[in-house]
T-cell receptor, first 114, second 113 residues
Framework: NAGVMQNPRHLVRRRGQEARLRCSPM?????VYWYRQLPEEGLKFMVY????????ESGMPKERFSAEFPKEGPSILRIQQVVRGDSAAYFC????????????FGPGTRLTVL | AQSVTQLGSHVSVSEGALVLLRCNYS??????LFWYVQYPNQGLQLLLK??????LVKGINGFEAEFKKSETSFHLTKPSAHMSDAAEYFC???????????FGTGTSLTVIP
């Protein structure tokens, strides 16, 4: 029973490039959450998605960041025109239903912007 | 609004000694509280969860935490530290929808042989 999968585990981009982070939730889970962890800080909520719907994006930066969770395939967090401040670990979590009060985390994608 | 505060960003204990990691919460509703552990270059693993049942919650790897409403605390303890306990520990509280989690800044635990 595979857990939450994220790829790539490490991603290096130059300033101005695009970064695409993928997350496959646990089997049977249809709710996905993205968090960002800056160095020496805790995780900060970014966005909560269900299949084909964004439920809460209150933690997403207004520009350059977007997320989707299509009917088929993984959830994608997309960062356009990356800047050095985007360097962080991005974690995805999944849960089986809304309001579940349980989230299972993936191993994270560590983004480095040169 | 929900938030958690973890006192002490770094804690060092000797192997075999008591581990105490502090967490205080602020919540406008009865909270769900969590402790997660993060090993280097890995994701977060749930240690334990408080869901308004018993105030003393037992988790994995010998850890437990006690919910104290009067002190708005949810401190994590383990009677005897093991070298394998060295990791980053995060306290978290969920919002009233149960969907958004708020994390503390983490406590890095070092175990000295």
């Amino acid at each position: 029973n595979a857990g939450v999968m994220q790829n790539p585990r490490h991603l290096v981009r130059r300033r101005g490039q695009e970064a695409r982070l993928r997350c496959s939730p646990m089997k049977g889970h249809s709710h996905v959450y993205w968090y960002r962890q800056l160095p020496e800080e805790g995780l900060k909520f970014m966005v909560y998605l269900q299949k084909e719907n964004i439920i809460d994006e209150s933690g997403m930066p207004k520009e350059r960041f977007s997320a989707e969770f299509p009917k088929e395939g993984p959830s994608i967090l997309r960062i356009q025109q990356v800047v050095r401040g985007d360097s962080a670990a991005y974690f995805c979590a999944s849960s089986p239903r809304t309001g579940a009060n349980e989230q299972f985390f993936g191993p994270g994608t560590r983004l480095t912007v040169l | 609004a929900q938030s958690v505060t973890q006192l002490g960003s770094h804690v060092s204990v000797s192997e075999g000694a008591l581990v105490l990691l502090r967490c205080n919460y602020s919540s406008s509703v009865p909270p769900y509280l969590f402790w997660y552990v993060q090993y280097p270059n890995q994701g977060l693993q749930l240690l334990l969860k408080y869901t308004s049942a018993a105030t003393l919650v037992k988790g994995i790897n010998g850890f437990e935490a006690e919910f104290k409403k009067s002190e708005t605390s949810f401190h994590l303890t383990k009677p005897s530290a093991h070298m394998s306990d060295a990791a980053e520990y995060f306290c978290a509280v969920s919002d009233d929808t149960g969907n958004q989690f708020y994390f503390g800044t983490g406590t890095s635990l070092t175990v000295i042989p």
